[in-house]
T-cell receptor, first 116, second 113 residues
Framework: AQKVTQAQTEISVVEKEDVTLDCVYE???????LFWYKQPPSGELVFLIR??????QNEISGRYSWNFQKSTSSFNFTITASQVVDSAVYFC?????????????FGAGTILRVKS | DAGVTQSPTHLIKTRGQHVTLRCSPI?????VSWYQQVLGQGPQFIFQ???????GRGNFPDRFSARQFPNYSSELNVNALLLGDSALYLC????????????FGPGTRLLVL
């Protein structure tokens, strides 16, 4: 079965510090998809990025960047120059194929607290 | 365009009661999935529906059921509520297919007393 591990339960940083959130996954599929979502205190999961297993290029979007390494089964997320508004719970997820559909398997999440 | 909408936003029930949660997907999305998120944990998959048919079911008891309507909206029903059913229930909509991005609604917070 698929599994996603986010070993960091909680991280606290001071504004403007860089922070990296770790994600390690397990899958037997050769084709798979990885996601990151942000969950602010309001509760809604906000989609950040989707990456398929054939695309190992790192991606940068503003202050956000993602490092995908198949060799270590990791998909880490870095926030550069963190801001208070980045405070949230961040989830890494893996898409798992079902017989007739698919589902997301989530990690336990990492709570990020950015202090001013 | 409107995102995924869910109703109600909050709900308080007592043990043994029944609850119905509703979800409207993003326009053009035909697949709806339901997840349960207990406090302090990641979301857990409950159901996926596409074209009114169940396409996947997570490890939840038969007290949980769902359906999808011709307009692709969906309902999640939970019978004989238990205290442990207290959670945030999230609905996600997507195009149908492996790896399609699921977009989540604001959720319904259910408290069972």
């Amino acid at each position: 079965a698929q599994k996603v591990t986010q070993a960091q339960t909680e991280i606290s940083v001071v504004e403007k510090e860089d922070v990296t959130l770790d994600c390690v996954y397990e899958t037997r599929d050769t084709t798979y998809y990885l996601f990151w979502y942000k969950q602010p205190p309001s509760g809604e999961l906000v989609f950040l990025i989707r990456r398929n297993s054939f695309d190992e290029q790192n991606e940068i979007s503003g202050r956000y960047s993602w490092n995908f390494q198949k060799s270590t089964s990791s998909f880490n997320f870095t926030i550069t120059a963190s801001q208070v508004v980045d405070s949230a719970v961040y989830f890494c997820a893996l898409s798992e194929a079902l017989e007739n559909g698919n589902k997301l398997v989530f990690g336990a999440g990492t709570i990020l607290r950015v202090k001013s | 365009d409107a995102g995924v909408t869910q109703s109600p936003t909050h709900l308080i029930k007592t043990r043994g009661q029944h609850v119905t949660l509703r979800c409207s997907p993003i326009s053009g999305h035909k697949s709806v999935s339901w997840y349960q998120q207990v406090l302090g944990q990641g979301p857990q998959f409950i159901f996926q529906y596409y074209e009114k048919e169940e396409r996947g079911r997570g490890n939840f008891p038969d007290r949980f059921s769902a359906r999808q309507f011709p307009n692709y909206s969906s309902e999640l029903n939970v019978n004989a509520l238990l205290l442990g059913d207290s959670a945030l229930y999230l609905c996600a909509s997507s195009q149908y297919g492996q790896g399609e991005t699921q977009y989540f609604g604001p959720g319904t917070r259910l408290l069972v007393l």
